[in-house]
Every structure is written in C-alpha cells, then in structure tokens.
C-alpha cells in the first residue's frame, strides 16, 4: 500500500468528509441525549406539579380536624367546670 500523500487536495477532502460524517453522528447522539433528558424533566415537572396539587388537597382537608379538636377540647373543660361547679 502506498501513503497518501497528505497535502493531496482528494485525500483532504476524504478526511474532511469523514471527520464531517464522525462529527455529525456525535452531533445526533448528543441531540437525541438531551431530547432524553428534556422529556425526563417534562415527567418530573408534571409528577411534581401532580404531588403539589395532592398535598395542597391533604392541607384543604386537614383544618377542619384541628378546628373539631379544639371544639372537642372546649367542650370537656366547659363540661368538666358545669360538673365542678354542680356539685
């Protein structure tokens, strides 16, 4: 086999190509990469977002279980000082 010669303007041209050809597949694996990764962080926004709404549902119905409590609460001391005062 013979060398080429490294300032012929075909085998520069052959190399361009071929580095062209290698940079534009890294190009494509890097493009499908983040792709990947922009659909991943959709997901975790929307499962987010989905854990936001659910928790703000369990704060809504927590309340009235302190407000019951401290009704409950009220009513055994009322009770208890009518059942002290009575006797």
């Known amino acids: 086999m013979t060398e080429a010669d490294p300032n012929d303007p ?5 190399e361009l190509e071929r580095l ?3 940079l534009e597949a890294g190009f494509a694996r890097v ?3 983040l792709a990947l990764l922009v659909q991943r962080s959709d997901q975790t926004d929307k499962q987010l977002a989905d ?3 659910r ?4 704060e ?5 279980l ?7 609460a009220g009513a055994g001391v009322l009770l208890a000082i ?3 005062a009575g006797r």
């Open 20 to 22: 062209r050809g290698t």
């Open 66 to 72: 302190a407000s019951v409590a401290a009704l409950t």
């Open 60 to 64: 809504r119905s927590r309340w009235p």
């Open 51 to 53: 854990h936001e709404a």
């Open 10 to 14: 075909v085998a520069v041209a052959l």
């Open 31 to 33: 493009d499908g990469s």
């Open 82 to 84: 009518w059942e002290l």
């Open 55 to 58: 928790l703000d549902d369990l």
